[in-house]
DNA sequence: ACCAGATCGTCTGGTACTTTACTAATTCAG
DNA sequence: CTGAATTAGTAAAGTACCAGACGATCTGGT
């Protein structure tokens, strides 16, 4: 079909890079409907699940390691410690940070989290070989190279 | 061979699906950046560019295509008007909408703009070939296929 | 001509996330 | 030991987006 390199001459609304941020959206929001069934969004999730498999944590390293902002960890844990999935207690090493530790009731969400990630993700890959898989994630890694030079370089 | 199927076989956290969203944020992060210099975000950047290739539109149908609701729509409409870039103007067959338009000082901007995204995008294709950027496509259309399925049966 | 249903645009409220600024605690130079 | 610089966490304001509700208008059947 007509389709795929007419996808990449398209004009910069619908092209490629266009194609891969509403793909990412559309990934984040499926995720954050089956989430919703645990009454978890998906960052959320994703603290419960690493902290199960890491331990306990700092916020600070927390933030690092999921991808976001200190200030965002932050409400994800306290979102968490709300509802007593997770608790906060003093690190004996450091006085200013707290470690994060997961309390019984957050773990026992932990398995219908990664079952529900796995199924999504056997969904998704539908129709999608594993040596494609491979190809994928070796381009986007490139793409992320290519990024953080081009993040780099702006001296402005 | 440790490198590339650690990369899918890693708990959910640190898997193509999160690369795969964290460089779409990446990438839209690149593009507002560079926009900023014309005082526009990426939206409305996409949608003067747009309005450029196709001529008035109303404003249900830009949001369509670009791939945002009604409301974000008229957000970006309003702001773009207030700057004079673009127009509302009755449309004579139909009452209830109205027309899109850009206006000189927006048409002025459309060079710049498209220069901005070829700047980008040659920088982000750096080391990849045209096959693999097909390759690419073809796969998040692919999974995009996948997702609307699964979003199409979720009868809850 | 008129009513019912669909569609367009706007508004409101809610969520997620970021930036900036601030407090508290640690570390290190002297 | 004291004080400046660094780091952890919190709080507040701002941005972006979407879903739901609403009024206005178009369409089609009668």
Chains 1, 2 share one sequence.
């Not at 207690?89 to 990630?117: F, K």
């Amino acid at each position: 079909m007509a389709g795929l390199e007419h996808e990449l001459d398209a004009p910069p609304w619908k092209r490629v890079e266009s194609t891969l941020m509403a793909m990412a959206r559309a990934i984040r929001q499926a995720y954050e409907d089956r989430f919703a069934r645990l009454d978890l969004n998906l960052a959320q999730a994703s603290m419960l699940a690493f902290l199960f498999e890491s331990g306990p944590r700092s916020q600070s390293r927390l933030a690092a390691q999921l991808g976001m902002g200190r200030a965002s960890a932050g409400l994800v844990v306290s979102a968490l410690e709300k509802r007593g999935l997770v608790e906060r207690r003093p690190d004996p090493a450091d006085g200013r940070t707290r470690l994060v530790a997961l309390r019984p009731a957050g773990e026992a969400l932990v398995r219908p989290i990664l079952e529900i990630d796995e199924i999504l993700r056997s969904e998704l890959r539908t129709g999608i070989s594993r040596a494609e898989r491979q190809r994928l994630a070796a381009l986007l890694l490139r793409l992320q190279d290519n990024l953080s030079g081009v993040l780099a370089d702006r001296p402005d």
